[in-house]
């Protein structure tokens, strides 16, 4: 699941373990400041596990809206 809030870029996904769960995981872009030429990246790792895909990627998107919201300038 792709999504833009804040001024970020969201890209939310699953990762399916050996072991059945799901893990839940974000990547999290921002556009350059005006001046520098690299994009702020941040990667969530492994947030949380569950038993499907859908709750995983659910736990993903709320992570990654707080996670925004509390960096956005």
């Known amino acids: 699941m792709r999504f833009d809030y804040e001024g970020f ?3 939310c996904r699953s990762r399916h373990d050996q072991d059945g769960l799901y893990y839940a995981q974000a990547h999290i872009t921002k556009a350059p400041a005006k001046g520098n030429g690299h994009p702020e990246r941040h990667e969530s790792g492994d947030i949380d596990a569950f038993d499907n895909d859908s709750d995983a ?3 993903a998107r709320a992570w990654a809206i707080d996670w925004c919201s ?3 300038a």
Do not use: L, S, T, Y
């Open 9 to 11: 870029h969201v890209d």
């Open 57 to 59: 990627i659910a736990c």
């Open 70 to 72: 509390e960096h956005a």
